[in-house]
Every structure is written in structure tokens, then in C-alpha cells.
């Protein structure tokens, strides 16, 4: 029977499969814990009034601050760190932004710091970003995520996982912000992004309800 | 009077390396000993969206001193709660830098008004950190600056105070 040449192709794609799964279980580590999650996103009402734009949440933020981003005509992602007061980001006239990125398709990048110490290199009022962005149908709003100033997930990812296929991606979203998207069969299930991520955007996916500090 | 220049250049050298001992000695002290070699080249101060010059956490380390001041350009809260974490913080108030009971005190700026710091200490600077590592990633030498970052946020001081 093993003479046949049908038998003997069959063994060699079976010894070639078996040891391509061996070769796979050494390279792609597996833990037994819980994939990641994205958390949902932050609720909240934007009131407008003549210097400010208070946007109020429906929860508290885990961080404490949150990005307020706008987008400009030229689908530039403006961003500024606002901290979270009595429940509410304020946004006042006069607060300038603290950097923008350029947005292609559901990629970001070109991330340029517009504040080197006390000096702005280049003044953006961000209530005036808010506001046009409202007045134009352009995309604003709030997000937990601090990417592309944190990476603190993907980071730990890497440490994980040896090449550069790593299973989590940062999208921007249609709705404008920027959120980690995971691949569950590329995942490893070590938690580190979940435990690393000092916002809380990343959840433990056995985790019921999400939590956050008030 | 070769003699006395003599003397002097050898008082000079033994203060200079006796300073630099002490220095070494704070951080071994502090438990970072590799806080020495940082070169003050101001890569992760550019990293840091809130303004913190990480290389103040270093030399808080450095010195084994918490209470250092240190950079926090662009920290946004209220008043009220600058004053409460530091009174002596720095703040910018238009072109002025003003510390927080000076704002609230002398110059009368409401304590809702939310500000913008300037200077801070390392230890109260640790503890708004966002730890998202990017001073880590920026540092050319890979020094672990944000595990210095991380030992303040807990123990709000270094090993032997």
C-alpha cells in the first residue's frame, strides 16, 4: 500500500502539515487567558455656548482625561487633553490644541506636537475646531483612547509576539475616533494590553460590565 | 606662591569629586543607579503631551530627592487643586509664572479657573503621568525612565527616605 505514489504524496503533505503546526505552537505563543476587548464608546452631550463648549458624560472617565478631537476640511485630526471636571469637559476659547495627525482612509499618522514647552509652535483654538467642525458636518466628539500619544497596548503587544503581525490595529472609526480593533486568531490571550492600558479603551472581554472610576 | 596654586587646585579637585561622589551615592541610593549615564539630550521631553520633562524624574533620582521641580508644561486643572496638591507649584498666568497660592492668594484668580502648570515636584508629576511610555520609546539609550515614574506613583519616594 505505501508503494503506491498517491499514498506516499499523502504522508509527505501530512508530515509537511504536522510539522508546520509544530513550528506554529513555538512561534505563536498562547496563555489561558481572555481576549481583549474595545470598551464602548463615551456618551456624552455637547452644550454650546458663546466662549465654551461644555461636553458633558455620561460616565466618568478611569484617566480622569479625556482627547477632545475635531476634524478640519482637509480631514485633519485636531486633538487636545482636556482633564474631566464635576463629570464635564470644558472647552474654552483660548484653549489651543495639543497636536494634530493626519487621517488617510482608517489610518492615522504624522503626529506633530504643537506645544514645545510654554510655546505653541502653531495656535489652533480648539474651540473654534469644535465649532467649525459642528457648523461644517465634519467629525468631533470625545475618545478614551489617547492614541497616537499612547501606544502603551501595542507596545506590549510586541513584547509578546516576535514579528510584526500583531493582532491589534488602530482604526479610526467612522465617527472619528480612534480605537484599537483586534483580530481574535492572531491573539495570544497574555491580557497585557487590557492590563497596560492606562485608559481603560482596552477591557478584559470576560469582564460583564465595564467599569470605570468616577 | 606655585606652592599655594598647588594647594589650591588640589582643595578644588577634592570638593569637585567629593560632589560627584555624593551625587553617585544618591543614585545608588535611590535604588537607579543608571539615572547617572542620562545625557540630558531632551529627546523624551519632546514625547510627553503633557509637557513633562521626563529627564526632572531622572534627576529627581539622580539627587534622591522627590521634591526636585521639574517640568509640566502642559498640565491642565483647577487652581483649587494646584494649590491643594503644591502651593509652590508654578503656574503660567498669561506671560507670568506665578506659583498656585500667589494666583489664589494675591492675584485673585478664581480656584474654578482651570490653569495651565509650569513647574511642579517629580512626585506630584508622577502622579498625573499618564504612563503611557513614550518617554521610553523616545529615549535613545533605552533608559527605563517611566519605572521611576511608576516607583513614585507608590511610593511617592525613593527607597531610603
Known amino acids: 500500500m505505501f508503494k503506491q505514489p498517491v499514498t506516499k504524496l499523502l504522508l509527505c503533505i501530512l508530515i509537511v502539515l504536522l510539522g508546520a503546526l509544530v513550528a506554529l505552537q513555538k512561534s505563536f505563543p498562547t496563555f489561558p487567558g481572555d481576549y481583549p476587548r474595545t470598551a ?3 456618551e456624552y452631550n455637547c452644550a454650546y455656548f458663546d466662549e465654551r463648549v461644555e461636553i458633558r458624560l455620561a460616565k466618568g472617565s478611569k484617566l480622569g482625561r479625556l482627547i477632545v478631537f475635531a476634524y478640519d476640511g482637509n480631514n485633519k485630526f485636531i486633538g487636545l487633553l482636556k482633564p474631566v471636571e464635576n463629570g464635564a469637559v470644558v472647552v474654552r476659547r483660548g484653549d489651543y490644541a495639543d497636536f494634530t495627525a493626519c487621517v488617510e482612509g482608517s489610518e492615522i499618522r504624522d503626529v506633530i506636537f504643537l506645544k514645545k514647552m510654554d510655546r505653541y509652535d502653531k495656535k489652533i483654538d480648539m474651540f473654534d475646531a469644535l465649532t467649525g467642525a459642528r457648523n461644517n458636518n465634519l467629525r468631533y466628539g470625545v475618545q478614551r483612547c489617547l492614541y497616537p500619544i499612547c ?25 472619528g475616533e480612534v480605537l484599537p480593533v483586534f483580530s481574535k486568531g492572531k491573539c495570544p490571550r497574555c491580557g497585557k494590553c487590557f492590563t497596560f492600558c492606562p485608559t481603560g479603551s482596552i477591557v478584559n472581554s470576560s469582564e460583564t460590565q465595564h467599569t470605570e472610576g468616577q | 606662591m606655585k606652592r599655594k596654586l598647588v594647594i589650591i587646585n588640589t582643595i578644588g579637585i577634592v570638593l569637585i569629586v567629593g560632589y560627584l561622589a555624593y551625587l553617585a551615592f544618591g543614585a545608588f541610593r535611590s535604588g537607579y543607579p543608571w539615572s547617572l549615564v542620562c545625557y540630558n539630550c531632551k529627546q523624551c521631553n519632546a514625547s510627553c503631551i503633557l509637557g513633562m520633562d521626563p529627564q526632572g524624574f531622572i534627576e529627581s533620582a539622580y539627587a534622591n530627592d522627590a521634591d526636585i521641580y521639574m517640568y509640566a508644561t ?22 507670568d509664572t506665578i506659583t498656585a ?3 489664589l492668594e494675591s492675584r485673585g484668580i478664581p480656584p474654578e479657573a482651570e490653569i495651565i502648570t509650569y513647574r511642579m515636584r517629580a512626585r506630584d508629576a508622577a502622579k498625573i503621568c499618564l504612563d503611557c511610555g513614550a518617554c521610553d520609546k523616545s529615549c535613545p539609550i533605552k533608559l527605563p525612565v517611566s519605572s521611576i515614574i511608576r516607583h513614585l506613583k507608590q511610593h511617592d519616594s525613593f527607597g531610603s527616605e
Open chain 1, 40 to 42: 464602548p464608546p463615551i
Open chain 1, 151 to 175: 501606544t502603551r497596548c501595542v507596545e506590549a503587544c510586541k513584547s509578546v509576539i516576535s514579528n510584526s503581525d500583531i493582532p491589534i490595529v488602530m482604526t479610526v472609526k467612522p465617527e
Open chain 2, 74 to 95: 502642559n498640565i491642565r486643572m483647577t487652581l483649587q487643586k494646584a494649590y491643594d496638591i503644591d502651593p509652590g507649584m508654578t503656574l503660567k498666568a498669561g506671560n
Open chain 2, 101 to 103: 497660592r500667589e494666583a
